[in-house]
């Protein structure tokens, strides 16, 4: 398609290209005009062309998956009139993200575009905090009061159902809009006309506050499997709804942040190859420098301990396994943890719980891979005639078992102390845990040394 796509513009062959839009989804429209501008394959000109081509209501939700610098350039291109049609034509959300992305000369003209009643919707939700849940509603939903009836409501829905986000599930409120009751198209449906909307509806609605973080509200989408979700302040009446297709980019944000962080570099609002190599260099030397400077405190205690190596160099071969088997395993229960915290599985009352669980869990990886370890070492130095075997056998088993419960420890402990304090848990993963987990297990292994081979220092 693309290629087929590509062929006709370069032929100038625009009725096929209308055509075969016509049998396209916006979502695959939106994708091969990107990647015309991506792969600098058609100029911008030709670009605005052919988005030109698509009807006023399609254009517009063409436009809503397209990225920041897409959207940027046709904008910079369209006509003041065009682009009041674009405008007219995204939901209020859509248009608080285009707004949020774009730079002020462009924000000038999209408010400029916009009617006062959507400049005064847009105005309300852009001063709600980020990331909160008024943030990301749309004030575009339907509500009735409670003494209408159902051929009413369906005569509403009728008339606004092209202009409201979604018209599957509708709001009951009563005069000063407070939210008293829910119900489906479905139930309007199977109802008889005459049937007053108070008398079918659900009143327990399950809502979010405007200030919610927004990583709540997507939850409650994955708890209860909404469509949408009302959104009201602290009066209970209703200023919004954040729909399925806004918390499912909010889950891909969250859990984008969450691996830059587990990863140890910051967050890129833009795709990997859009986001320059000084940016990429930026976003991730910070954590290396805090990383590689803390690692000098392994450093220092192997150079503390140099007499031992003296004595019996094979321990300095074993130190690569016990940092790396007590990282793995941080690094293993850190992801658990934060992944059940994200779930709400897990909450900072289960701390102690979560605790004795994960040091159980650790008891027995710790035998295991001990007793794996001293058959290895006995096994692979039984020939050895300059070291003691089975002394090194039990003393790197002895470190590897004391690795692996504290580890786990850590790693349990330090993503629910950073919940606790308003930090992101994702930042005490992999490599802030692996740091610490080295400096400790090199520091119990070599004390566990100077025991076993009797090793004064």
Not at 70 to 87: G, H, P, S
Request: hydrophobic share 45%; proline share 2%; aromatic share 8%.
């Amino acid at each position: 398609m693309y290629e087929m796509v590509k062929e006709a513009v370069d032929k100038r062959d625009f009725k096929t290209v209308k055509e075969t839009f016509e049998h396209l989804e916006e979502a695959d429209i939106a994708d091969l005009m990107q990647g015309f501008h991506d792969n600098r394959e058609v100029d911008a000109k030709d670009i605005s062309l052919l988005f030109r081509l698509l009807p006023k209501d399609t254009a517009a939700e063409v436009f809503t998956y397209m990225e920041t610098d897409m959207k940027e350039l046709l904008i910079n291109r369209f006509t003041d009139t065009e682009l009041e049609d674009i405008v007219d034509n995204l939901f209020i959300d859509d248009t608080v993200d285009l707004i949020e992305e774009m730079p002020a000369n462009v924000v000038q003209r999209i408010l400029a575009a916009s009617d006062p009643q959507s400049r005064k919707m847009i105005n309300m939700i852009l001063k709600y905090p980020e990331d909160s849940a008024g943030s990301i509603m749309t004030t575009e939903f339907v509500y009735m009061k409670r003494d209408q009836t159902v051929k009413e409501c369906l005569e509403k829905i009728r008339s606004l159902g092209m202009v409201k986000e979604t018209v599957y599930t509708i709001y009951v409120t009563e005069q000063d809009r407070r939210l008293v009751g829910v119900l489906s198209i479905l139930d309007l449906l199977t109802a008889d006309d005459d049937d007053i909307i108070g008398d079918i509806m659900d009143e327990n609605v399950i809502t979010a506050l405007t200030t919610d973080d927004q990583e709540q509200v997507a939850a409650q989408f994955a708890k209860y499997d909404f469509v949408a979700l009302p959104i009201v302040d602290n009066e209970n009446r209703i200023v919004g709804i954040v729909t399925f297709d806004d918390a499912m980019d909010v889950v891909e944000e969250e859990a984008t942040e969450d691996m830059a962080h587990m990863a140890a570099t910051m967050t890129s609002e833009e795709s990997y190859f859009k986001t320059s190599v000084i940016a990429h260099a930026r976003n991730r030397i910070v954590w290396l420098l805090v990383l590689m400077l803390s690692s000098t405190i392994s450093s220092i205690i192997i150079g503390h301990y140099e007499a031992a190596f003296a004595t019996i160099p094979l321990l300095v071969a074993s130190i690569p396994t016990l940092t790396g088997t007590g990282g793995n395993c941080g690094t293993q229960t850190s992801t658990m943890v934060i992944r059940g915290m994200s779930l709400g599985e897990i909450e900072l009352k289960d701390f102690f719980k979560v605790m004795f669980k994960e040091l159980r869990i650790s008891l027995i990886v710790g035998v295991i891979l001990a007793a794996v370890n001293f058959l290895r070492i006995c096994i692979q130095y039984s020939k050895d005639t300059s070291v003691d075997s089975v002394k090194l056998g039990i003393c790197v088993s002895l470190a590897i078992f004391a690795a692996v419960v504290m580890s786990k420890l850590i790693g349990c402990i330090l993503p629910m102390a950073a919940k606790a304090v308003k930090i992101d848990p994702a930042l005490m993963a992999a490599p802030f845990i692996s740091t610490i987990v080295d400096a400790s297990t090199t520091l119990v292994f070599f004390n566990i040394a100077l025991l076993v081979f009797n090793i004064k220092i």
